[in-house]
Structure formats: C-alpha cells, structure tokens
C-alpha cells in the first residue's frame, strides 16, 4: 500500500465507498415509512452522539455537550468547558484556551496530543500522525455541541486509543432563514463579535458565519507592551439534499479560513515574582509573538436508507505557524537553561546575574550572556478521504447495529527554526547585528490506512458490543539541512486494536456497562526504532440511572500500560528536538461520577443542578533513569506528573421563561510537576485551585438578549504549571458583557 501514489489511494477509497453503497441500494427495495428529515439524518451523524432524555444503553463512556449547555457560560475557552466532563485532565497555560493542553483519564495532557481532536467527524490537528502536537484548535465560539468520547467508544477514532477522542461540531445549515449577532466586551480589552445567517431554499441551503476574539491581555510587560491576541474565523457551507421514496442522500461542502496574532511566550517568572504579582512578565520576553493561518476545505457526502446510512468526507487542511520567543541565554563558557535560573535566581551569583538579564535590571556584556531568540517556523496540511457506514439487520433473531469505516489519511510538517541573539540594553533587547542562524530543518510525513468494524447485538435487556480497529502506517523522516541527505529514516506500523464491551438494562431508567480495548500510541517519523509505541489494555466498570428528570452515571476505569511513552517539546522542556522516551509499565486508575438533577420550584422558574467528579491515582510499576524531564530518576510507585487526585465541578442554575442565573465552581487538587527525582522541578507541586463563574442573560424577545458574566468571580489565582521557564499564571478575573439578536 505504502507506494501507491495518492491519487490510487484516494481512488481505492472511493471504490470501496462504491462497492459499499450499491450493496445497500441493491437492498433497499422498500419505501421508507415514517422517516426522518434528511437534514435530521444528516445533522445526527456530523454530531456522532445522539440527545435524549432516556436511559443510554451505549456500551462505553460517551459526553455531549450541546449548544444549550455552551450557551449557558458563553466560555470562549475549550478549558473551562471540558473542566466539566468527569474524566478530563487539564494543564492550562496562557489563561485563553489559545493552546490548550487536554488529556483523558490520566493520559498526558500536553499539546493534547495524546487525544484525537475532531472537527465535524474529521481529524482537525496540523499533522495528526506526523505532529500530534496540536498548536492549532478550532475557535470553540463558533461549535454548537462537543463531544467526548473515552474507553471503548473511542476504538471507532484513531489513531490514538489510549485516552479517547475530542470531536467538535459546527452550526449546522439551517433549514430555514436564521440568524444571530453577538457582540460583546470586557475587563483587559476583551471584545468579541460573532454572526452567522443561513437558509434553505427548496433543496439548496447555505451557511456563512465569522467570529472575531480579541484581548490586549491580563499580562503585565516590564516596561509597558501589549500582551494579547487577535484571532479570527470565517466559514462558509453549502449543502444539496436530495430525498427519495427510499434513499435520501445529501451534498455538503464546507470551507474556512482562521488566524491568530498573539504576544505570547513559553517565559514565566520565580515563584518569588508571582507571589508579588503573578501577572507580571520580564522585559527579556517582549518581541515574543505567535502567528498563524489555517484554512479547511471539507466535502460531505451522505445517504441513508431504512436500515444503513454512510456518510464519506474528503478533507484538506493547511496550517502554518512562526512563535518567535526566547530560547535561553546563548552559553558557552558558561551554560544555564531558563528553567534552571528561574527555579533557583539566588541559587548562586551565575544564576542571579542570569536573573537579573531576565528582568532587565542588567545588560548583557560578555557574549554568553546575550539572549538566543527562535522563529519556530512549522508548515502542516492534513488530507484524506474516510467512509463510515451503519446498517441495522437482524440475524439469527438478533438485532444487530453493526458499523464499519475506513480511512486515508496523509500529513506532513516541515520545519524551518531558525535563531538570532540579542543583547539585553537599558531594559530592551537590542540585536547584536550576527546573522540568523538555522536550528532544525527537517521534513517529517505519514500516510496512513485505518479500518474499524463494530457490531452491537441486542438480545433482550443485554446489548453487547465487539470491534476492531486496524491501523498501516508509513512514516518518513527527512533532515533537509545541507549536507544532511542520508540523514533521513522510514518505517511503518501495522496493528490491530480490539474491543469489548456490554450493557444491562436493569429497569426502563437503570443499567450497568462493561468495557475492555486496547490502547495505542504511535511515535513520529523521526524517532528511532528502538523507541516502543505506547500500548495498553484499559477497562471500565459502572452504571447509569436516568429517570428524565433526575441522572446519574458513575464509571470505574483501570488502564494497565504496558508501555508509557512521552516526547520532549518546548511546551514541556524547552527543548528543540522532539524525543520521545519510553516509561514502562504503568497503572493509572480512578473513578468518574456525574450526575444532574432538575428541581421544578414553579411553572415558570426552575433550579438545574449538575456535578461531576473524577478521582485518579497513577504509579509507575518499575524504577529507571530518564533523561526526560518530567520524570528523572523513577522508583516504583512514583506518580505521574500534571495529574490531580481529585477533580470536582459543580453547576447551578436558575432559570425561567425569559431570565437564567448559573454559577460553576470547580476544584482542581495540586499536581506534581515532576515524576521523580534529580530533574529542576523535582519536589515542585502547583497548588490546589478552586475558581466561580457565573453568568446571567435575559431575554427581551424581539428585542434581542443581553447577558453579563464573570470568570474567576472572587480573582483566585495559582501556579497552573512551572513549565517549560518559570512559573505561570492561571486567568485572573475577568468581567464580561453582551448582547445578542437572532433574526
């Protein structure tokens, strides 16, 4: 498969798309009766999970988020969405969501890239497979219902397994004329302004909509400067659906672009400097500055019939980024990393002089006191083709729901780092006049064949679910530095990942589930043989009750890796080179309860209550030496780092015909920060973190809406991560107000 050049890759795809809808045509010689709207149809596959009030007899883990529960906080910032799914582990970073660092029961949170992150059923990272770093994420205005998806239920998404999948869905087009305009603003220059309209018109519709977010930043610069970002998103839909007597079929193409301009840096301060204000940031980090353009090309197909339904999507997207920002201090004769300095400023009086540069209280004078600065210059595209289909038949006497879908998929990142110096004068970084100098200059590819098949068999109150996964990878690293053309490396993986699990139906409102699958872990192109993909069988044990008015769910999850596996980034290190390392055996356990209840006070006011909760606890299983540097030197038992023990979430609200209060609080325990011993953060923890939102909306009918709404209501800050230089900041209060008309 590995030399077939794409377009026979893509012309596969399709054959097999073919050879799969003319068997379902050829079966469905009957007229449909009581069908759906295509568009329901339709609209229910982008979103993956169904809503419904009833008791869910899915056989694994699975949370929707829909677009009344976004509306309730109007969070711009994917972080303080998912704080609410039990399960979820969290590092925040710059207090936006501009980058977020999410992970599933226990899984790494950093860059995300242990999940895969889904736009509308596609994978959306910059280079899923190549880069799983994801340093773009979609704008979460513009989503109308998230999904997650953990334990079993996510075999059918790959190609990581080992946590789980993140799928985000976009407006729909509408079926009929509608509109909305959202304007808000608030504290440090916050300003958001979001529109869409779409229509129907006969079997034609289209969609056009565009957010706009922008913040002068809660960051405090030596000196004075901007500290915020800009970032924009425009998309645009057109969609054809054409109904039949016995097939419906629909036509969609989709279209977008996005950018961001943010003064952002990886440089945080000594705890001593938060402790004053953790607001502030040296003067050394004032020309950092991320900037990126993505663009999305997506064409839907769909058709369904009485018992099958299979939607097909070919996809490209192009990402490119630059983060200029400070590396460190040049070195030589004397060498000392930011995380080093920052971690001990008095330690000695190399460190303080390196300190005291930092801040701009000193100039640099002898030539290892000058200041590297990095341009991480990254291009990615991520294309493909995948086909999902669903058919219900019975068979032997049992209903059998039975899915199936393969996929193409092909990405790529080239790298062009580059580095300057500066000297530190009178308080601002002035160039020493030396040419830019090339860092990392390599090219790393993958293309990749992945297959699911799954069936669910219902045999009275017992629905037992069985399914496969099969991952091909054909990965290339290329250095392309000069000189360097035999510097290059080609592999492939192949494997299959099973899955199991049950569901008991006890009563109409009551069940228990049951689940067991293999977890996964591809390493990139560039890293070495000898470096093992992560592996894992994972089990989950619980039960759910949902009476329509009262719910609750409580699911106990073991995951026994047989083998960890992380990666060194700037993000976590500070480092430029992106090896990975393996951990060994580890046991990550924990539990995940939540629960809603609604108290009806009158006909018209009623008081809605949700919590969620997750415990976890981790230990590696056996003792080792790693030059990683979030674990070091490892004994047996140690723990893993960025993972609380407890996690809780707590939301009520008030609501009525015209008016809603809500308010969540949420707890988030401390966090080491390093597994083991003999690394800089080695006995370094973050404290534990209790923040209150609320918001408030009332709605003047056709008057529009107006809503206010504060984060971090009482202005509780911490260190959410010493990571990769100093100590960081959580988002400090922020207050907001809006107004929204739909037309």
């Known amino acids: 498969m590995s030399t077939l050049p794409i377009t026979q890759k893509l012309s596969l795809v399709l054959a097999i798309q073919l050879a799969l809808t003319s068997q379902v045509l050829a079966a469905a010689d009957e007229v449909k009766s009581d069908k759906q709207s295509v568009n329901d149809s339709y609209i229910e596959k982008m979103q993956i999970i169904g809503r419904d009030q009833r008791l869910s007899r899915q056989t694994g883990s699975e949370t ?22 039990p399960g979820v582990n969290i590092r925040e970073e710059d207090g936006y969501g501009l980058r977020p660092n999410i992970g599933f ?133 057109l969609r054809y659906d054409l109904a039949g007597k016995t097939i419906d079929q629909v036509f969609e193409l989709k279209a977008a672009y996005a950018d961001e301009t943010s003064n952002e840096t990886y440089l945080g301060l000594t705890d001593d ?112 083709i995948q086909s999902d289909g669903n058919w219900q038949l019975q068979l032997l ?52 064949w992945s297959v699911y098949l799954q069936d669910t068999i219902s045999w009275d109150a017992l629905d037992i679910t069985a399914g496969v996964r099969g991952e091909y990878i054909d990965a ?9 053309e035999q510097d290059y490396l080609n592999k492939t993986t192949s494997i299959w990942l099973p899955s199991f699990s049950a569901f008991y139906t006890l009563s109409d409102n009551a069940g228990l589930l049951f689940g067991v699958h293999e977890g996964f872990l591809p390493t990139s192109p560039k890293q070495d043989p000898s470096i093992e993909v992560e592996s894992s069988i994972n089990y989950e044990l619980g039960g759910r009750y949902n009476d329509g008015n009262f719910n609750l769910e409580l699911i106990g999850f073991f995951n026994d890796i047989s083998n960890l ?61 790693s030059g990683f540097d979030m674990w070091g030197t490892i004994e047996a038992g140690d723990e893993l780092p960025y993972l609380p023990e407890n996690q809780l979430a707590v939301n009520i609200g008030l609501v009525s015909d015209s008016w809603d209060i809500n308010m969540i609080v949420r707890y988030i325990g401390e966090m080491k920060e390093a597994a083991g011993d003999d690394v800089v953060l080695s006995g370094s923890t973050t404290k534990a973190l209790t ?44 207050f907001q107000i809006g107004y929204q008309y739909r037309f």
């Not at 497979?129 to 996510?154: H, L, R």
């Not at 393996?582 to 609604?598: A, K, Q, R």
Request: net charge negative; charged share 25%.
């Open 64 to 85: 929707l988020i829909d677009e009344l529960e976004l509306e309730q906080f109007k969070f711009d910032d994917i972080n303080r969405i998912l704080y609410s799914v």
């Open 105 to 237: 029961r226990g899984a790494t949170p950093e860059r995300s890239k242990k999940i895969n992150i889904m736009e509308d059923g596609v994978l959306v990272g910059p280079a899923p497979y190549s880069a799983a770093s994801a340093y773009y994420f979609p704008m979460t205005a513009k989503m109308t219902s998230i999904e997650v998806f953990k334990g079993p239920a996510a075999i059918k998404y790959g190609p990581n397994t080992v946590a789980g999948s993140l799928n985000m869905v976009t407006r729909a087009v509408p079926q009929s004329s509608e509109g909305l305009m959202d304007i808000s603003g608030g504290s440090d220059g916050f300003a958001k302004a979001h529109a869409y309209y779409g229509n129907t018109i006969d079997n034609f519709g289209f969609l056009i909509e565009g957010v706009h977010v922008r913040a002068d930043g809660f960051k405090e610069l030596d000196g004075g400067g901007d500290t915020g970002f800009e970032k924009s998103d425009v998309m645009a839909k």
């Open 273 to 384: 400097d938060f402790n004053g204000n953790p607001n502030r940031r040296y003067a050394s980090s004032q020309l950092d500055n991320m900037d990126w353009t993505h663009t999305q090309v997506q064409f839907n197909y769909f058709i369904s019939g009485e018992s099958f339904d299979i939607t097909t999507r070919v996809y490209r997207n192009d990402f490119e980024r630059a983060w200029y920002k400070i590396n460190g201090f040049k070195g030589g004769l004397v060498n000392r990393s930011l995380q080093e300095i920052l971690a001990a400023p008095e330690k000695d009086e190399v460190n303080n002089r390196f300190y005291q540069i930092l801040t701009g209280n000193e100039n640099s004078v002898a030539e290892y006191e000058k200041l590297v600065l990095g341009n991480n210059d990254r291009t990615y595209y991520s294309q493909g």
């Open 397 to 448: 006497g049992l209903s059998n729901d039975f899915s199936a879908g393969v996929r193409f998929h092909q990405d790529q990142i080239e790298r062009n780092h580059t580095t300057d110096n500066y000297v530190m004068s009178q308080a601002n970084l002035v160039s020493d006049g030396s040419e830019t100098q090339a860092a990392t200059t390599d090219r790393e590819k993958t293309d990749a």
């Open 476 to 484: 290339h690293y290329q250095n392309r530095a000069a000189g360097s």
């Open 565 to 625: 596996k992380e990666g060194c980034q700037f993000s976590s290190c500070g480092s430029d080179d992106d090896t990975e390392f393996n951990g060994g055996e580890v046991d990550v356990l924990g539990l995940e309860l939540s629960s809603g209840y609604s108290v009806k006070i009158n006909d018209a006011l009623e008081l809605p209550i949700s919590l969620s909760y997750t415990y976890t606890q981790s230990e590696f299983k056996t003792s080792f030496e």
């Open 691 to 734: 923040v209150m939102d609320m918001s408030a909306s009332y709605d003047f009918n056709q008057y529009g809406l107006v809503y206010v709404k504060a984060d971090n209501l009482f202005d509780t800050q911490e260190i959410v991560s010493r990571r990769p230089y100093g100590a960081r900041p959580s988002k400090p209060q922020q």
